[in-house]
T-cell receptor, first 112, second 113 residues
């Protein structure tokens, strides 16, 4: 089982739609969680951190369910510019070092 | 502006040649990382360093080497032992032993001639 799993998609949605991505992680001791966005042939960029109480940033809402070990990202009123790959990232403790583990990403295409 | 700089943006390697990818950061981060990304796939960790003069193998270290002589710099050498080096290489840094996210350079695309 992968340490961080995401549905690879692709998700093809019309402009204005609401779309949700889920991500599960295997290590119950995981410390922190993030969503990154990666455009084609570019580096990943931090979209938002995910807090235990859930958090919102404009059209984006992130939630964490520690009991079920999953995080989610909800995008409302999707725009063409939201088309990208969304990476779920979990900060796991590995031995004495903390390192981030990346999911393989979920591809989103917003259609006009 | 603080950030991470990777160079070159594009690199071509001949058979049997070693090449070195540069990564420099001025964010005062102790921890630095090298990832490899293949088309349509996620990031795989090659090497990471939590502090100067120390580094650890990641999941796919074979055929690669690194050094960490300065806090700001974490160069990656792709050796001739790496038989399939064509990929997108990403360098990242973060505050060590913290819950803060990583910041990425804009990557180097390596291809075989």
């Amino acid at each position: 089982r992968k340490e961080v799993e995401q549905d690879p998609g692709p998700f093809n949605v019309p402009e204005g739609a609401t779309v949700a991505f889920n991500c599960t992680y295997s290590n119950s001791a995981s410390q922190s969680f993030f969503w990154y966005r990666q455009d084609c042939r570019k580096e990943p960029k931090l979209l938002m951190s995910v807090y235990s109480s859930g958090n919102e940033d404009g059209r984006f809402t992130a939630q964490l369910n520690r009991a079920s070990q999953y995080i989610s990202l909800l995008i409302r009123d999707s725009k063409l510019s939201d088309s990208a790959t969304y990476l779920c990232v979990v900060n796991m403790r590995t031995g004495s070092a903390r390192q981030l583990t990346f999911g393989s990403g979920t591809q989103l295409t917003v259609l006009p | 502006d603080g950030g991470i700089t990777q160079s070159p943006k594009y690199l071509f390697r001949k058979e049997g040649q070693n090449v070195t990818l540069s990564c420099e950061q001025n964010l005062n981060h102790d921890a630095m990382y090298w990832y490899r990304q293949d088309p349509g796939q996620g990031l795989r960790l090659i090497y990471y360093s939590q502090i100067v003069n120390d580094f650890q193998k990641g999941d796919i270290a074979e055929g690669y080497s690194v050094s960490r002589e300065k806090k700001e710099s974490f160069p990656l050498t792709v050796t001739s032992a790496q038989k399939n080096p064509t990929a997108f290489y990403l360098c990242a840094s973060k505050v060590a032993n913290s819950n803060q996210p990583q910041h990425f350079g804009d990557g180097t695309r390596l291809s075989i001639l």
